[in-house]
C-alpha cells in the first residue's frame, strides 16, 4: 500500500510542477541574438536619397560626400544609442579616440568601394539590446540586402577583466568573417546590459 501511494504521488507532484521551472537568464542570450536576424528586416531604414530629397528638394542628386557624411553621423547616433549612458560615461575617451575614427575609415572605405550605388544605402535603426551584439546595418534600399553589419561584442580576458571588441562583417564573404574596428577596456566587474 506505502509503494502505491509512493507512486501516485511522485506522478502527481510532477503534473503538479510542470510548467514552473524557469531556466536561468543567460539562455536569452541566443533568443536575442536569433531575433537579430528577424529584427533587421523590420527595422525602420530611411533611404538616403530620400532624406536628401527631403533636405534639398532642388538637386535630384546629393553630393557623394554629403552622403557619406550623413551615413558617418548616422552610425555615430546608432552606436551611442547601442553603449547607452551608463557604458558611455565610462568609456567615452577611449571611444572617441580609438573606436570612432577607425569607424569612419572603415565607413569610408564601404562607401567608396558601392560608388554610384551610396545614394540607395540605409542604416538600420534598431540595435540590439540585452546581450545581442548588433550596432547597425547598412543596407541597400534597392536589392533588399545588407552590405555590411557592424557589432560590439563583450570578452571577459583571463585576469584583466571584460573588454569590449567593436567589429564589422561583410557581405562579399557572407558575413562569416571578424574584421576588427578596436577594442575598449571596461572593468573587471560585469558591465550592464546594452542601452542601459
Do not use: C
Not at 98 to 127: C, D, F, H, R, W
Not at 165 to 190: L, R
Request: charged content about 25%; aromatic content about 10%.
Amino acid at each position: 500500500m506505502k509503494l502505491w501511494i509512493r507512486k501516485i504521488s511522485v506522478i502527481l507532484i510532477t503534473f503538479m510542477t510542470l510548467g514552473v521551472y524557469i531556466p536561468p537568464t543567460y539562455l536569452n542570450v541566443n533568443a536575442e541574438e536569433s531575433s537579430e536576424t528577424v529584427s533587421s528586416e523590420v527595422d525602420v531604414i530611411t533611404p538616403v536619397a530620400e532624406i536628401n530629397k527631403e533636405e534639398d528638394s532642388s538637386e535630384a542628386e546629393a553630393d557623394d560626400g554629403d552622403i557619406i557624411s550623413l551615413l558617418t553621423e548616422q552610425a555615430k547616433q546608432q552606436t551611442l544609442t547601442k553603449l547607452g549612458p551608463k557604458i558611455f560615461n565610462q568609456v567615452e575617451d577611449d571611444f572617441t579616440n580609438t573606436i570612432l575614427p577607425n569607424m569612419e575609415t572603415v565607413l569610408n572605405q564601404i562607401l567608396e568601394e558601392a560608388g554610384e550605388k551610396t545614394s540607395y544605402l540605409a542604416i538600420t535603426e534598431m540595435p540590439a539590446n540585452g546581450y545581442g551584439e548588433k550596432i547597425f546595418n547598412i543596407y541597400d534600399y534597392q536589392t533588399k540586402k545588407d552590405i555590411a553589419r557592424f557589432d560590439v561584442r563583450r570578452d571577459k580576458r583571463p585576469l584583466e577583466g571584460y573588454w569590449f571588441n567593436f567589429h564589422y562583417h561583410v557581405s562579399s564573404d557572407d558575413f562569416e568573417e571578424h574584421h576588427n574596428i578596436g577594442d575598449v577596456y571596461w572593468d573587471k566587474n560585469i558591465p550592464p546590459k546594452w542601452m542601459a
